[in-house]
Each structure stands twice: as C-alpha cells, then as structure tokens.
C-alpha cells in the first residue's frame, strides 16, 4: 500500500475514475496491523487494477475527518470518484472481498 500525507494526493488519485481502496489505520492498532496485509493480499490476487492507499489517521487526522473517519481501521472504497463501500473495525476479509466483487466486475468490464 502507497502511504498517502496529502488530501491532494487521494484527490489526484481519486480524480482518475480508478478504482481506489483507502486503509485508514493507527501506529498503535494491533487491528489494523493484523488486518492490513490480509486485505492487501485479497485485493492484489482479486482486484488488480485496484489502486491501494493506506492513511495513518494519527499523523493526518484533518485528512481522516474530512472522509469522516473517526475510528479504526475503517476501509473506503471508491469507484468512479464515488464512495462505494465503508468498512470499519470488526470485518470478515472473506465477506468484504465477495461484497466487492459485483461492482468491480461491472466497473472494470
């Protein structure tokens, strides 16, 4: 995952109309430590063309607030510039990834 440190960066990004998977995570978080190559992988094996950004909402909260994340991990996934999925704290890897499946395949086909 890219770490991202600007609102401009995720924006630029976003902008493309690329599917875009934003980690928003802690230094601190054992969750989000355990949580983080689990989805990396699941989404590198089934979604390539997904674009991977993770935010440590410590360092940037100005950033975490203005997608209205207050709590971590929270997931956000974006297709064509919108938001398309919020995931936060407890979450199944396994469900997540078969959640996504559907618009992936109609966006990406």
Known sequence: M??????????EKMSTG???LIYFSGENCSVCKVLKPKIEEEILKNFPKI????????????IASNFSVFSIPTILVF??????????RNLSVSQFIEELRRPYTLFMD
């Open 2 to 11: 890219i770490q991202i440190s600007t609102k401009n960066e995720i924006e």
């Open 18 to 20: 690329n599917p875009v």
């Open 51 to 62: 674009e991977l950004f993770e935010l440590k909402t410590e360092r940037y909260k100005e």
């Open 79 to 88: 297709f064509d510039s919108k938001e398309f999925f919020r995931k936060s």
